[in-house]
Nanobody, 115 residues
């Protein structure tokens, strides 16, 4: 059974930092391309960052220079380090694992940036 479990979300103030984690089980994690997505209320889910199985990264323009995606294949865990958080970063954050036509999603973790 495949499971992706996100954690690390919370309520923070503008300018603060958070690190999200996504623990994977039931898949050969190192073979999968991984990504972080987010969905704000009333908006479509959007790509935040991706990291390929060989470590190539990609970011949406709005988070470049503030967010860093990384992975630890030994721990089967995906991370998203978020710095200089803004109110517009408020959303539910989801991790996704992709291998060919296979996609798996986590249940999400809420990030709220508010003063």
């Amino acid at each position: 059974q495949v499971q992706l479990v996100e954690s690390g979300g919370g309520l923070v103030q503008p300018g603060d930092s958070l690190r999200l984690s996504c623990a994977a089980s039931g898949i050969k994690f190192s073979s999968y391309d991984m990504g972080w997505y987010r969905q704000a209320p009333g908006k479509q889910r959007e790509l935040v960052a991706t990291i390929s199985n060989v470590g190539s990264t990609n970011y949406v323009e709005s988070v470049k220079g503030r967010f860093t995606i990384s992975r630890d294949n030994a721990k089967k865990t995906l991370y998203l380090q978020m710095e200089s958080l803004k109110p517009e970063d408020t959303a539910a954050y989801y991790c996704k694992a992709t291998l060919g036509a296979q996609d798996y999603w986590g249940q999400g973790t809420q990030v709220t940036v508010s003063s």
